[in-house]
């Protein structure tokens, strides 16, 4: 590379600029599980990474309260969230007025369990994105975008910026001849506190199941509600109305 530049502390500053790459914070909520109240396009297209014109965004049928929600399978302190309306046909005017929210649970069933981040624009154009920043008080787990009125929600993209959280589990609810179903992981280990500790340190775990015999006996899940049957086994969930209450 030549310089041709005549103040040669400026040229230096160039030359060292060359080689800095800037690097855009993780996507958390890319290619989570997410859904909608009801389903005309994919909710995945809404978290799929793709955000380019002719992509197809997330799209729900005419009902009451549209909404979009994504599941961070894991529990965080969210900063920003990042919300772009449709940007290939004409439905960027579907994500007016639409509320963006985080909270603990997906029934929203704990106390003062929802924060809303922000609202988008009564108007909004084709291919617009809005950042919102969160300043939630509790860990989150879910992020979710609605219209508070009967009509249509379309989203082309939601990226979310967050920190995972470490735990203070204060309580479990405890399921005898019960286990997880759908584990993420399957662990032999010493130990229902040491299966206990191992989902701990998992930031995705949200319930687990021990065995004391089974040569594989620790199942660590990340869905609270995945359960069967199965005798000997015991399920332990996290209360996620009680548990979650420290961060880094």
Not at 7 to 26: D, H, I, R, T, W
Request: charged share 15%.
């Amino acid at each position: 590379m030549r310089l041709t530049m005549t103040n040669p502390v400026l040229a230096v500053f160039c030359a060292f600029l060359q080689g800095v790459s800037v690097s855009k914070a993780e996507n958390i909520m890319l290619e989570k599980p997410s859904k909608l109240n009801s389903v005309y396009w994919n909710a995945e297209f809404a978290n799929d990474g793709n955000n380019n014109p002719g992509s197809i965004p997330a799209r729900t049928w005419s009902v009451v309260n549209p909404y979009w929600q994504g599941d961070l399978q894991g529990y965080f302190t969210v900063h920003k969230i990042s919300v772009t309306s449709d940007v290939t046909f004409s439905f960027g005017n579907k994500l007016g007025s639409a509320y963006v929210e985080v909270h603990a649970s997906g029934n929203s069933g704990c106390p003062d369990d929802i924060f809303i981040c922000g609202q988008c624009p009564k108007v909004v154009g084709k291919g617009e994105t809005f950042t919102f920043t969160c300043s939630h008080p509790q860990p989150v787990r879910f992020v979710k975008v609605w219209r508070n009125l009967t009509g249509v929600l379309v989203i082309s993209e939601v990226e979310v910026e967050g920190t995972p959280l470490k735990r203070s589990v204060t309580k479990y609810s405890k399921g005898i001849n019960t286990k997880v179903s759908s584990p993420m992981t399957s662990l032999a280990v010493t130990s229902a506190a040491d299966c206990s500790s191992r989902c701990y340190a998992n930031k995705s775990c949200l319930s687990f199941s021990y065995h004391p015999t089974a040569a594989t006996n620790c199942l660590l899940a990340t869905n609270q509600e995945d359960a069967a049957e199965a005798v000997g086994w015991s399920k332990y969930t996290i209360d996620v109305c009680s548990s979650y209450d420290s961060c880094e």
